[in-house]
């Protein structure tokens, strides 16, 4: 606790994290709280499961006065993010008091309308944000904390221009924290034209890799089903983590596990907030333990315990790759990243490296496994690696283009 105390956190703040007996703070802890409780604006490098939460939490349960208008907000890529870190922030300020509202697209106007009346704090994804602005359902004219989780996410799902125009509805006299895994030039734009002398901070990769074995399979096209199938009979596991790259493979995995008699959900951009909210609940009882789901769905899940991350589809941007795997060996924990590779990941594969040089991926021997046939739902096959809808978020956002479609002409009818 000492350690947490010295870095000038509030006494409720410290009191959640005695509670949730936390040991030492994360190195973006260390780095950024001291920076956000001094007012600066802070850019820190950073990605799922390294901390931020707490550390963009530090300023505003710190410094704000319950029920004196929306004094934080936090802008989230996904609805997903947005509900972690609402819990995550209604914690930290349980002692406080502050009213934390989630903010996203799929749920009640109304509901959201009445809790906006009262909301401290505000965690939300840009365009249902943009919406309440348009019906004056929000006023953001008391922001002191603009924060902006995940960025490079946001900005590559094309929500740059909200962002812009929500920035443009809090005043001028704010702090802003921007956290996000990569900072690109777009990124650095937006630092000059709305941030105060940020300071940046950075830190090194949030995968342990001393805990972290990432291996991989060689197989033929066809066979990808079949090993996977294998390999989650065989390997012990606690918590299963699946990724494709296409909201129809996410689908056609999980179906055709659960026919092969494992347990498994889906979990998309494509599926209404309720069934997702849903699946996670199954999933945190560990009444599924195999959750098969696009980057878009993964990324901010706040899931501990996932002892295999497995991919089905090797992610054509390599830092998808680094998020993936990061999913695993978490807190101390060890975790294996799974990776099985057939002829139509092998660009990918290679980029992947070619970005990540200090990433080592281990070939072990293909076992013998048992082949088994696969059921499609469409009438029509899917091309090659089954690439239907490339996934992005639900609803009418550009689409950033991962999708590898080849054919692959060896692929057999119905074993895959
Ligand atoms: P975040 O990156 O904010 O999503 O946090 C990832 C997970 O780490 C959450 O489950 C937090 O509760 C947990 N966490 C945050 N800070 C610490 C810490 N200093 N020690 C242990 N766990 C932490």
Same mark, same amino acid.
């Given at each position: 606790?000492?350690?947490?105390?010295?870095?000038?956190?509030?006494?409720?703040?410290?009191? +959640?994290? #005695?509670?949730?007996?936390?040991?030492?703070?994360?190195?973006?802890?260390?780095?950024?709280? !001291?920076?956000?409780?001094?007012?600066?604006?802070?850019?820190?490098?950073?990605?799922?499961?390294?901390?931020? =939460?707490?550390?963009?939490?530090?300023?505003?349960?710190?410094? =704000?006065?319950?029920?004196?208008?929306?004094?934080?907000?936090?802008? +989230?890529?996904?609805?997903?993010?947005?509900?972690?870190?609402?819990?995550?922030?209604?914690?930290?300020?349980?002692?406080?008091?502050?009213?934390?509202?989630?903010?996203?697209?799929?749920?009640?106007?109304?509901?959201?309308?009445?809790?906006?009346?009262?909301?401290?704090?505000?965690?939300?994804? !840009?365009?249902?944000?943009?919406?309440?602005?348009?019906?004056? #359902?929000?006023?953001?004219?008391?922001?002191?904390?603009?924060?902006?989780?995940?960025?490079?996410?946001?900005?590559?799902?094309?929500?740059?221009?909200?962002?812009?125009?929500?920035?443009?509805?809090?005043?001028?006299?704010?702090?802003?924290?921007?956290?996000?895994? =990569?900072?690109?030039?777009?990124?650095?734009?937006?630092?000059?034209?709305?941030?105060?002398? !940020?300071?940046?901070?950075?830190?090194?990769?949030?995968?342990?890799?001393?805990?972290?074995?990432?291996?991989?399979?060689?197989?033929?096209?066809?066979?990808?089903?079949?090993?996977?199938?294998?390999?989650?009979?065989?390997?012990?596991?606690?918590?299963?983590?699946?990724? @494709?790259?296409?909201?129809?493979?996410?689908?056609?995995?999980?179906?055709?596990?659960?026919?092969?008699?494992?347990?498994?959900?889906?979990?998309?951009?494509?599926?209404?907030?309720?069934?997702?909210?849903?699946?996670?609940?199954?999933?945190?009882?560990?009444?599924?333990?195999?959750?098969? @789901? =696009?980057?878009?769905?993964?990324?901010?899940?706040?899931?501990?315990?996932?002892?295999?991350?497995?991919? %089905?589809?090797? !992610?054509?941007?390599?830092?998808?790759?680094?998020?993936?795997?990061?999913? +695993?060996?978490?807190?101390?924990?060890?975790?294996?990243?799974?990776?099985?590779?057939?002829?139509?990941? %092998?660009?990918?594969?290679?980029?992947?490296?070619?970005?990540?040089?200090?990433?080592?991926?281990?070939?072990?021997?293909?076992?013998?496994?048992?082949?088994?046939?696969?059921?499609?739902? #469409? $009438?029509?096959? $899917?091309?090659?690696?089954?690439?239907?809808?490339?996934?992005?978020?639900?609803?009418?956002?550009?689409?950033?283009?991962?999708?590898?479609?080849?054919?692959?002409?060896?692929?057999?009818?119905?074993?895959?």
């Amino acid at each position: 606790m000492e350690q947490f105390e010295k870095l000038g956190l509030c006494e409720h703040v410290l009191k +959640t994290i #005695s509670a949730k007996k936390f040991k030492k703070p994360s190195e973006v802890q260390e780095k950024a709280i !001291p920076l956000i409780l001094e007012g600066k604006d802070v850019i820190a490098g950073s990605a799922t499961g390294s901390g931020k =939460t707490l550390a963009f939490s530090s300023g505003i349960v710190k410094y =704000t006065e319950k029920g004196t208008g929306v004094r934080g907000l936090i802008l +989230t890529p996904t609805r997903e993010l947005a509900e972690q870190v609402a819990g995550a922030m209604s914690e930290l300020s349980y002692y406080k008091g502050l009213e934390v509202v989630p903010i996203y697209g799929g749920m009640s106007m109304n509901n959201q309308i009445k809790k906006l009346t009262y909301a401290d704090v505000v965690v939300a994804t !840009p365009g249902r944000l943009l919406d309440h602005l348009q019906r004056n #359902s929000v006023n953001l004219s008391k922001v002191k904390f603009l924060v902006l989780d995940e960025a490079d996410r946001m900005w590559d799902m094309g929500f740059k221009d909200d962002v812009a125009k929500i920035v443009k509805a809090c005043p001028k006299d704010r702090q802003t924290l921007l956290f996000s895994a =990569t900072i690109n030039s777009e990124l650095e734009d937006f630092s000059e034209k709305h941030m105060k002398n !940020p300071v940046e901070v950075s830190v090194e990769s949030y995968v342990d890799a001393s805990k972290l074995k990432q291996i991989y399979y060689d197989v033929r096209d066809d066979e990808k089903f079949s090993l996977l199938v294998h390999l989650l009979n065989n390997e012990k596991a606690h918590l299963v983590m699946i990724f @494709c790259n296409t909201r129809r493979n996410t689908d056609f995995v999980a179906k055709n596990l659960n026919d092969a008699g494992i347990s498994a959900q889906a979990i998309h951009g494509g599926m209404e907030q309720n069934k997702r909210s849903r699946i996670m609940k199954g999933f945190d009882d560990s009444r599924v333990n195999v959750l098969v @789901c =696009t980057d878009v769905a993964g990324r901010g899940l706040d899931i501990s315990g996932v002892s295999h991350v497995y991919n %089905y589809d090797l !992610p054509l941007d390599a830092k998808d790759y680094i998020h993936r795997i990061g999913r +695993t060996a978490r807190a101390g924990a060890e975790g294996i990243a799974i990776n099985i590779l057939a002829s139509r990941d %092998y660009n990918n594969f290679m980029n992947i490296q070619k970005n990540n040089e200090n990433l080592f991926i281990e070939r072990v021997m293909t076992p013998q496994f048992k082949k088994i046939y696969v059921k499609f739902d #469409s $009438p029509r096959r $899917p091309r090659g690696n089954f690439s239907g809808r490339n996934e992005s978020r639900g609803g009418n956002f550009p689409r950033k283009n991962v999708g590898h479609g080849r054919t692959h002409r060896n692929s057999s009818r119905n074993r895959h």
